[in-house]
């Protein structure tokens, strides 16, 4: 064995999420044990490397000591610099998408990588998969609070979300009793409705509502309408970001400028209105959780899981198996290659025993 020093460069890209400090203290203490390697990081995802001056940190022990339990990352981060489609700003406020990719392989070479870990969503394991085929040794790491990867059982970050939505869920429901209210609560999951459907299901909501189903509207007044008797009752429901009526649209707006994503959010105020249109007498009030849902400390089973794909990320370099996502499946933390882990946007499956589940507990997902 050689006793070269080598390197290894982790990346953090696309939104934060719990956990993400658990997977870079994971590598850093995996790879302490060979001797042999050294861990950076690129702050701002692959804009440390890229822009000039560059910003690469070391990732000493003295960095990464009880990182765990923090949430977002410490090597920061950014959604809006894929660098396949790097947004430059023109003069004249429009901008352009530049493919930076073969500059930034080439940087990443230059300054003496032998490996990148990129931990990311599915827009981030896109780009590590380009990366991977114009010959850079990277290995990825799934991360959303989303959970809407389908490469692996479950994503980091999520148990979290779920969490903080399910606190939020129980809070709402003591309000709504006390005063007889439909307490409508909106949380993210992008085109997933896994947040939603466990939050539902945790918090004990009478209606859920998800992207793969589409609502009826006038259903769910007969639902509330039911749950009203003699002018007394509450109902709560947890509709996802992504949700919509059979006969509408998402409520969406243009991202900021550089941004591939339009931003999902405000239809808790929109069901609102349509409950109140199609007839519905009780009163209504919204709440949405937005960033809370990403931020803080991680619970313990993301702390594990996010530990688990670190470590398992940094073996996959040592034994130089790149071009793969760590992944679990089966209650083990395995892999899989990158095009299999981009292959399929992970839906919530509409015959699946979740959803069989979540209707056998009564709750409506107005179909
Ligand atoms: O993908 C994670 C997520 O939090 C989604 O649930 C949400 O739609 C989106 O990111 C919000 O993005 P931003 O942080 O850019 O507002």
Redesign the pocket.
Known sequence: MSNRIKKVLVVTGG?DCPGLNAVIRGIAKRARKEKNWEVWGSIEAFNGVLNEPQHIIRLTSHKTAGIHVKGGTILKTT?KSNPLKYPVIQPDGTVKELDRSDELVQKIRSLGFDAVINIG?DGSQRISRVLYQKGLPIVGVPK???NDLSATDMTFGFQTAVQIATDAFDKLVTTAESHHRVMIMEV???DAGWIALHTAIAGGAEICLIPEIPYDVNKLVKRIEARYTHGKGFVNIVVA?GARPVDGTVVARAGEKG?E?K??GGIAFQLAQQLKDAGCKAEIRETVLG?IQ?GGTPTAFDRVLASLFGVKAMELVIHEEFGKMVALKNNNITYVSLEEATREYNFVQKDSYLIKAARGLGISFGD
């Open positions: 939104g959604n969503g959303t609070i989303d993210m999951g992008r970001e941004s994503h931003r999902l960033h990403r």
